[in-house]
């Protein structure tokens, strides 16, 4: 039996991920939810250090690499964030699984496997963990401060800050706080994520990437689901599905 915690803010999200765990591998047995870096820390230092560890990044007190600050964590960590997808390869290089929420079941159970064969070819956790950890930290990503867009028959450049969202509607479109329209030459919603801040930007769903100046309301319904209101002039109507929910809200509320 694999002896494994979970350290997540959000209490949905954490018994959804403890309910998937039991779904694609019985055998891994679910010891603590910890619902933040204080009661990681007390827990860590009662008990015996698990087998495997799934970790948000961002917590409600803080951020989860301070644990490697105060213990030496020699078990696996899977990571489990709403962060962008661009920081997975950076992960995966390190030898550490990151699962991007909504966690799908298929990417859970590869992780887990992930871990198993770890395991089996008693290879070590891997050694420059902190040095990473501690450069990802560091590090400051430059995003794109302009997209180029077509108006008749001349290119012109749109400040980053002047965007209050990108829509997909079988085009990328870009919509300005004025309430501007420009089609962008991009082919997918993902390859524009990349290129802007998450701090600033959130991806409500499939056809959609918001500014968070743009928010004018948020509405919650009875099935956990959110309908965000854009300001004037645009005044957009936009979904956020229940399992984008608590990881909209924690983005929202900073």
Same mark, same amino acid.
Request: a negative charge; one cysteine or more; hydrophobic letters at 40%.
């Given at each position: &039996? ?27 047995? +679910? ?23 799934? &970790?948000? +990044? ?17 078990? %696996? ?14 992960? @995966?290089?390190?030898? =550490? ?12 159970? @590869? ?44 290119? +012109? ?9 990108? =829509? ?14 420009? +089609? ?11 290129? =802007? ?35 004037? %002039? ?21």
């Amino acid at each position: &039996m694999i002896k494994a915690i979970i350290i997540e803010d959000e209490s949905l999200i954490a018994r959804e991920l403890q309910s998937k765990i039991a779904t694609v591998t019985p055998d891994v047995n +679910i010891m603590e939810l910890l619902p933040s870096l204080k009661t990681a820390k007390k827990w860590l230092m009662q008990n015996a250090m698990p087998d495997l560890v799934f &970790m948000d +990044i961002q917590l409600s007190d803080g951020v989860s690499f301070e644990l490697f600050e105060t213990f030496d964590l020699t078990c %696996p960590v899977i990571f489990t964030t709403a962060y962008d997808e661009y920081a997975v390869k950076a992960f @995966k290089v390190n030898g =550490i699984d990151y699962l991007l929420k909504p966690i799908d079941e298929d990417d859970l159970k @590869k992780a887990i496997d992930k871990y198993r064969q770890l395991q089996e070819k008693n290879m070590p956790y891997p050694n420059d963990l902190a040095a990473f950890i501690a450069r990802f930290g560091q590090q400051q990503t430059v995003y794109k401060e302009k997209f180029i867009v077509q108006q008749r028959n001349n290119w +012109i450049p749109v400040s980053t800050s002047d965007i209050a969202c990108f =829509i997909r509607d079988n085009l990328n479109y870009l919509y300005t706080f004025s309430g501007e329209k420009y +089609i962008l030459d991009f082919n997918t919603l993902e390859d524009i994520e990349e290129l =802007i801040d998450p701090k600033l930007f959130y991806r409500t769903n499939r056809q959609s990437i918001i500014h968070v100046n743009a928010i004018q309301s948020v509405k919650p319904h009875e099935n956990q689901k959110l309908t965000v209101t854009l300001r004037s %002039p645009l005044k957009l109507e936009l979904d956020v599905s229940r399992e984008k929910a608590p990881a909209f809200k924690k983005w929202f509320d900073r």
